[in-house]
Each structure stands twice: as structure tokens, then as C-alpha cells.
């Protein structure tokens, strides 16, 4: 399969820990991405690879990746964290396909 | 720092050909991959295709048959076409730089995107 699948929706408490998750038959083989969005937005790259978070991306976003599911998980979450994230990853078809989940409102309550 | 920018019109007809320049500052294009991924309002992200700066193509098979991807590396550009589009290619479409790396790609930098619509 080539797809990415992502809970619709997440909450978490202010301050509080969350998981967000990226299932895919890619995932094991290869590594996901997460991007956050917000409203009117561009996508920021928060995390690639194993556990890589480009510049200024705060140390709270982490990932991690086990069998075919790709967890991001953001530790302590702040108000600003509140946001739509997407995972993606390379197909594992061989034709190198860019393949996106579908996508996470996260609300920070 | 990489900057990308989308251009082009924001109204198409049905039928006709949507074509969009990025345009890349703070740093060659040279030596990387390109991108297009577009965005229906309240919708995912949907990869178009990529293209090397030498002008190999990969695009994604649901619009293969519509798209064409070309690099003008002296201009520090690339461009999609996108043809016979229907109100369903009615998009934010965004150009953005793909790292290739062992085991993972990544889209580092992004163009603030551009709404398409696709209205007679």
C-alpha cells in the first residue's frame, strides 16, 4: 500500500503530553516527516528521519517510528502547538512516490 | 536562507492548462529536487510530482497523464503544467524543495503557496 493513515483529530491539555500517529506499509522501510500548518499557512517541516528537528523547531517535537506506524510527539504542549500535521514518507513501490497522510487537527485545550 | 515563490494566474478555465512558475532565492536550484503539492480548501496534501535539476520526473500516477514538470536553472525556476483541469484542480498549490536522503525524503523549505481555481 502507498497510503498514510492519521487520526482526524487529537486534543491535548495545555502542558500535557501527546502522540500523534502515522500508520503506512512504507513506514517500514522507510522513515516519516511530520509538517505543522496553521490556518493560512504554508507547512513547516518539524521533524525528519529518525529523530532530526531542523532548526528552531523546538526540542519538545519529537518522533519515532516502530514496525509501520510513525509516532510525532510533542512534550509539554503549548498553545501554539495547536495546528494540522501531516506526515509523509517515500512509497515503497519503487517508483519514488511522495505519499502524505491525510492529516491531524491537533487542539490544545 | 532558501526562498520559494509561486507565480502565476489564480483563475483557469475548465478544460485549459494551469501552468505555475517557482521561483528560488538565497541558493541554487542546482543539485536538489522540486516539488509541487497542492491543497483543496479544508483538505490534505496531495503530491503533484518532483523534478531533478538535470529534468528527470517523477510525478504521481493519479495525474500523470496531465502533468509536466521543466527546470530553467538559469533563471533559478520551475514550472508545472497541469492540463485539461476540471473545478476538481481547484487548489492551494505550493512549490517546495525535496531532501532525498537513505531511508527518507523530507520537503525543507516551502513557497507560501498560491490559490488555482478552476472556474468558467
Known amino acids: 500500500s502507498s497510503e498514510l493513515t492519521q487520526d482526524p483529530a487529537v486534543s491535548v491539555a495545555l502542558g500535557q503530553t501527546v502522540r500523534i500517529t502515522c500508520q503506512g506499509d512504507?513506514?517500514?522501510?522507510?522513515?516519516a516527516s511530520w509538517y505543522q500548518q496553521k490556518p493560512g499557512q504554508a507547512p513547516v517541516l518539524v521533524i525528519y528521519?529518525?529523530?532530526n528537528r531542523p532548526s528552531g523547531i523546538p526540542d519538545r517535537f519529537s518522533g519515532s517510528s516502530s514496525g509501520n506506524t510513525a509516532s510525532l510527539t510533542i512534550t509539554g504542549a503549548q498553545a501554539e502547538d495547536e495546528a494540522d500535521y501531516y506526515c509523509?514518507?517515500?512509497?515503497?513501490?519503487?517508483?519514488?512516490?511522495?505519499?502524505f497522510g491525510g492529516g491531524t487537527k491537533l487542539t490544545v485545550l | 536562507q532558501v526562498q520559494l515563490q509561486e507565480s502565476g494566474p489564480g483563475l483557469v478555465k475548465p478544460s485549459e492548462t494551469l501552468s505555475l512558475t517557482c521561483t528560488v532565492s538565497?541558493?541554487?536550484?542546482?543539485?536538489?529536487?522540486w516539488s509541487w503539492i497542492r491543497q483543496p480548501a479544508g483538505k490534505g496534501l496531495e503530491w503533484i510530482g518532483r523534478?531533478?535539476?538535470?529534468?528527470?520526473?517523477n510525478y504521481n500516477p493519479s495525474l500523470k497523464s496531465r502533468v509536466t514538470m521543466s527546470v530553467d536553472t538559469s533563471k533559478n525556476q520551475f514550472s508545472l503544467k497541469l492540463s485539461s483541469v476540471t473545478a476538481a484542480d481547484t487548489a492551494v498549490y505550493y512549490c517546495?524543495?525535496?531532501?532525498?536522503?537513505?531511508?527518507?525524503?523530507?520537503?525543507?523549505?516551502w513557497g507560501q503557496g498560491t490559490l488555482v481555481t478552476v472556474s468558467s
Open positions: 517546495a524543495r525535496l531532501q532525498q536522503q537513505p531511508y527518507v525524503y523530507y520537503f525543507d523549505y
Open positions: 512504507s513506514l517500514r522501510s522507510y522513515y
Open positions: 509523509n514518507s517515500r512509497d515503497s513501490s519503487g517508483n519514488h512516490r511522495v505519499v
Open positions: 523534478i531533478y535539476t538535470s529534468g528527470s520526473t
Open positions: 538565497g541558493g541554487s536550484i542546482s543539485s536538489y529536487y
Open positions: 528521519g529518525k529523530n
